[in-house]
């Protein structure tokens, strides 16, 4: 089922398009075969690779399983690294050349707009589904010494000035990117490609950046990636994009509340290589499922703000395929992709 609501608007522009990290899970050497008569095999330890530069929802996702697998005790080890750059489609090609069958990276809406608009020849539907784990609220902000002290007042000039805001978000065709075209759009803006001047970027670090620069007059993204210059002051959140009030943010209100008729949150999942043997996907969604239902990951995503929106399964491998056929749908609406 999927976990995020849509207004009529998202509805019509959006219908589903529900962005994430890779973890690579590494056998010990003495594991059986998972291969053989089916059977799922213990997993020892994990390497965990964000498909993104440090500091965006995708790095966050990649360090906070790495550490709740090892600190619940369900692996031994789980270094981080990083495979930055076209919204998660360069660590998508690495995982199509895996020869380890452990090995899961953590996907979402943001890398299913990418596969799009970069024309990727790596698809999402060439891995293997194996866990939806949560879902979180965008955030748009302004600057600390913008102008701009609510969502009406931002909405309102950019209507009028268009592409003279330049906004920044993740990758173009990612959740961030839509969410910018239906402001624009729920705002009476009729030509939304020809007004939006969005700027993307690889992760929260240069959007903030971008933003503290003055070289944007907006920043959407999760409202992780926000949370902590919101609250020293440094940025301003002018709403959420969730139903209801976000964990992180909660006295920031939401579209809904300003009168805008928009609701879309991020969802973050896990996928591994295609063509795995039954036994071995068996292994990881064991992992998995002993991750969610560990302590360490409830305190996780009561920390970061997410939602828990755990699915394995035919639950989880429909949601994918619905929401990868309504983005793609959703992109040529907006002029994204022909």
């Known amino acids: 089922m999927t976990q995020h609501t849509r207004s009529r608007t998202a509805h019509r522009l ?12 590494t056998a010990c050497s003495g594991q059986a075969d998972g291969g053989a008569g089916g059977e799922a095999a213990a997993i020892d330890s994990v390497a965990v690779i964000a498909p993104a530069d440090p500091g965006g929802g995708w790095d966050q996702t990649a360090r906070a399983a790495g550490e709740a697998l090892t600190a619940s005790g369900l692996v031994t080890s789980a270094p981080v690294s990083n495979i930055g750059g076209a919204g998660g489609t360069i660590g998508l090609a690495s995982l199509a050349t895996e020869t380890n069958p452990n090995t ?18 790596n698809r999402i539907e060439d891995t293997t589904p194996i866990a939806r784990l949560t879902e979180e609220p965008l955030v748009l902000v302004v600057p600390g010494d913008s102008e701009y002290d609510t969502l009406d007042d931002f909405l309102s000039d950019w209507a009028d000035k268009g592409a003279e805001l330049p906004i920044t978000g993740g990758s173009a065709g990612g959740i961030d990117n839509i969410l910018a075209g239906l402001l624009l759009e729920n705002a009476g803006v009729e030509d939304v490609a020809g007004s ?26 999760g409202v992780g ?27 920031v209100p939401t ?16 996928i591994a290589p295609g063509g795995i043997e039954d036994g071995e996907k068996e292994a990881l969604v064991d992992l998995v499922t002993s991750l969610h239902d ?45």
């Open 196 to 221: 939006l001047n969005y700027i993307a970027n690889s992760g929260g670090g240069e959007a903030v950046t971008l933003l503290l620069s003055g070289q944007v007059a907006a920043g959407i993204s």
């Open 255 to 270: 579209l809904q509340d300003e009168g805008v008729d928009v609701t879309l949150t991020n969802w973050r999942g896990l």
């Open 294 to 338: 560990s302590e360490e990951w409830t305190t996780t995503l009561e920390t970061n703000g997410w939602t828990d929106a755990f699915a394995t399964g035919e639950e989880f491998t429909s949601f994918l395929e619905e929401d990868i056929t309504t983005t793609q749908e959703t992109l040529r609406t907006i002029g994204l992709i022909e």
């Open 225 to 251: 990636e926000f949370a902590e210059q919101i609250k020293a002051g440094e940025l301003k959140a002018l709403a959420v994009s969730s139903a209801q009030p976000a964990a992180l943010l909660p006295d």
């Open 14 to 25: 959006l219908a589903g398009f529900a962005g994430a990290a890779v973890i690579a899970l």
């Open 104 to 121: 899961l990276m953590v996907t979402g809406s943001v890398m299913v707009g990418a596969v799009e608009t970069n024309a990727s020849e």
